[in-house]
């Protein structure tokens, strides 16, 4: 069950900072505390769910839409298509999910390590 107390759902109340690189009525992008690349940005959805599954569950059809053409649009404002990218999303306790809002990891600026 979605806990709101979660750090991406205090940082949509605006009750924590975010270093915002993107926002519209359906998602918030901002990037990584902690970052794992030259560019690594978060995107969040609107919408209170977990993980992939529940968003792709339950939100509806525009929301989800609008969710991953917001994704693109970040790729775009960091003209990274051209050189590559990675986009992860973790999942629950053997995904290695910390914060349990829905997000994606926009990772790219420099070569990805792999994943094992
Ligand atoms: P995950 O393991 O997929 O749940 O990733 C959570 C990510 O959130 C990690 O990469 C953290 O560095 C990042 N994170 C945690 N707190 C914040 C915050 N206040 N602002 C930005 N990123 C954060």
């Given at each position: 069950m979605y806990?709101?107390?979660?750090?991406?759902?205090?940082?949509?109340r605006n009750e924590i900072p975010c270093d915002k690189i993107y926002e519209d009525d359906f998602s918030l992008f901002f990037n990584d505390i902690n970052p794992q690349a030259k560019i690594h940005v978060l995107g969040i959805p609107k919408y209170p769910c977990i993980d992939f599954y529940?968003?792709?569950?339950?939100?509806?059809?525009?929301?989800?839409?609008?969710?991953?053409?917001?994704?693109?649009?970040?790729i775009e404002k960091l003209n990274i298509n051209n050189k590559g990218f990675r986009l992860i999303s973790n999942s629950g306790e053997h995904g290695g999910q910390e914060v349990p809002h829905y997000h994606v990891h926009i990772l790219a600026g420099e070569k990805i390590g792999s994943l094992r």
């Open positions: 806990d709101d107390n979660n750090i991406f759902a205090k940082i949509l529940e968003f792709t569950s339950k939100a509806d059809n525009k929301i989800i839409i609008s969710f991953f053409k917001s994704v693109n649009t970040v």
